[in-house]
């Protein structure tokens, strides 16, 4: 089976672990440094297997694969279900501008 460089075994085998995985994205995403929801879910889809992430969430590989190489920006409904695993969810907020 062919795997992306950045394909790790073992963390791959943690990642199954849903408390670790949304820490792992969650930390992921942290400081003002930190990656956005979408290069952190690639980040860590990578890391899982391609394969085994489109099997937990159910969505055709090469739809996942769009979404690795920034093809289109993903719709919410899409960025729920990518989050599925992690058990996260995104909400968007609309604040008065000062």
Do not use: C
């Not at 003002?32 to 489109?54: C, N």
């Amino acid at each position: 089976m062919n795997r992306t460089k950045s394909y790790d075994q073992e963390l791959s085998e943690k990642l199954s672990d849903p408390k670790f995985a949304q820490a792992f994205l969650m930390g992921l995403m942290e400081g003002e440094d930190g990656l956005t929801i979408e290069d952190a879910l690639r980040h860590a889809i990578k890391r899982m297997g391609v394969k085994e992430f489109s099997q937990s969430v159910g969505v055709p590989h090469s739809n996942i694969q769009e979404f690795l190489k920034k093809k289109r920006r993903p719709k919410p409904e899409t960025l729920d279900l990518y989050l599925k695993p992690f058990r996260l969810k995104i909400k968007l907020i609309v604040e008065k501008a000062s």
